[in-house]
């Protein structure tokens, strides 16, 4: 693993693994009356989030508080970045204070990447614009291979079949998830409906190696695994879909498709969840979901990063 955290594809699949390895230790730490390691003492970790989040920036925060990390939250609404300072500013100002690691979700594409080259901290991107969300794909990947798993081990994700549906061309969580179920073996087929289909996915998919289609109840019989996507309706402008309704007919996880996957797949969301939309009820609680796994998942997943990014024991 390098220097930062700013893309699935800054991960081999050795890379993956050993982060899950270390995660699976981590997950006991949940479990403990007492949740603190001491790997991280001593090192100061900023989660710089200029986009709102409930479920990133609070696993990132008891993360590094479980690793013994001085964990400071700032958001961009209580930052000098409201009064119009610049983000290269910001990060600089921060950096400057010695900070050993940056944890930044921003809504530019790219964003990260850039930072990583203005700051001497670690940089973890917990969600650019549209472009990626690798720690999102991680813990969904780690879920998934939990529940493929027997005896407490983490199973196997080569030639399960994953079904990703909904919102792919705001989805910066359908960017990473491709990135990493494939290179751990999954295949992987994506579903939209056109208007939400990303330009270029097609030549995409024949580099990457995943199938897309428009039916989701042609390939819904054959998954393994169902992840819904959540309909970002503040990333559009326009009509993507003509109503609501229409697109949870065409393709929401309704009760009526819920019958139609076996009880044993697992249906992921990474939330926040719009009921009723792309995931009815139902299934966002039925008890193969396993939207709860993935929240608790997310600590074990990040604690993991942490402590690889800093405590030097970086995987290669």
Not at 110 to 122: E, F, N, R, Y
Request: glycine share 10%; aromatic share 6%; with cysteine.
């Amino acid at each position: 693993m390098r220097k930062h955290l700013l893309s699935a594809d800054d991960l081999t699949a050795d890379d993956v693994h050993t982060l899950f390895a270390t995660a699976a230790e981590m997950h006991d730490v949940q479990r403990r009356e007492v949740k603190k390691l001491p790997a991280l003492r001593g090192r100061t970790v900023i989660n710089l989030f200029f986009e709102d989040s409930t479920r990133t920036r609070s696993s990132f925060e008891i993360a590094g508080k479980w690793l013994s990390a001085d964990t400071i939250n700032i958001t961009g609404k209580g930052s000098s970045a409201s009064k119009g300072e610049s983000l290269r500013d910001t990060v600089l100002t921060i950096g400057s204070m010695g900070v050993d690691a940056l944890v930044m979700r921003h809504g530019a594409s790219g964003s990260a990447q850039q930072v990583s080259q203005w700051v001497d901290a670690v940089v973890i991107n917990a969600g650019d614009g549209t472009h990626e969300h690798p720690t999102q794909a991680l813990l969904d990947a780690y879920t998934l291979m939990r529940r493929f798993g027997t005896g407490g081990r983490l199973g196997s994700l080569e030639g399960r079949h994953v079904v990703i549906v909904g919102d792919l061309t705001h989805s910066r969580v359908f960017r990473s998830n491709v990135v990493t179920l494939t290179r751990l073996g999954a295949r992987v087929t994506v579903v939209a409906p056109p208007t939400l289909m990303p330009s270029g996915v097609d030549a995409w998919s024949r580099e990457a190696g995943f199938a897309t289609s428009y039916d989701l109840d042609e390939v819904l019989p054959s998954a393994d695994a169902v992840m819904m996507l959540r309909v970002q309706r503040e990333r559009m402008s326009g009509g993507f879909f003509p109503t609501s309704r229409e697109y949870t007919v065409g393709y929401g996880l309704t009760r009526a498709r819920l019958g139609v996957l076996g009880p044993d797949v697992p249906i992921c969301h990474p939330g926040p969840m719009n009921r009723g939309l792309e995931i009815a009820a139902d299934a966002a609680d039925a008890a193969q979901s396993a939207v709860l796994e993935q929240v608790s998942a997310g600590v074990a997943v990040r604690m993991s990063v942490l402590y690889h990014l800093l405590a030097g024991e970086g995987v290669a």
